[in-house]
């Protein structure tokens, strides 16, 4: 996901952004939740971060995305100048009320939480590197991958059926790190 701008320390804060307002979002989620990169509208030349929430009766939902390479949110206009504003916890808050899920207390010992505290450590400590963070073998993703199996989730586990349940986090096109949902 290169940068479709001349400005890559912008797309990589908006990146960081992403994860944190996700860390914070999911934090607040006491049902079955998955974190995708989506690339609609198709050809454009960027992702977005997305939410996807399973229902009690197996079907997935969409609840919301982040442009991470330009400006808004499917929920919020602005979303990244809201998040300076008024911090990465009250937009989450305010992206759960808009897509019609509400927990207003954080739920304790929440995987995906763990996995995007994760992140947004991984990214504070590589904030100033040309980093990575996305799909493995997503487009614009490392090269050089690390020797590790991917992961296969039969098809009603997964939500999404363009990238699998790994997070490749890298750095000038080498993979340093891989996590699993």
Known sequence: MPPRDDNPAQFRE???????????VVRHLDRDCFI???????????????????????????????NRNGFNSTVIRGIWE????????????ELLRGCGVSNPEPVEDNRVSALCDEVVAWIQDHHDQDFYVGPVR?????????????????????????HGPEISLGNRGLEQLRLKF
């Open 14 to 24: 908006n990146v960081y952004k992403s994860w944190l307002v996700m860390s914070h």
């Open 138 to 162: 997503w487009w614009g993703s490392c090269q050089e991958l690390l020797d590790i199996s991917m992961e296969r989730y039969p098809n009603d586990d997964w939500p999404y059926d363009r």
């Open 82 to 93: 809201q998040v300076d504003q008024r911090g990465a916890e009250s937009v989450a808050l």
């Open 36 to 66: 995708v990169h989506t690339d609609t509208p198709e050809g454009v030349g960027y992702d977005n971060l997305a939410l996807v929430i399973r229902h009690s009766d197996g079907t997935f939902d969409l609840k919301f995305s982040m």
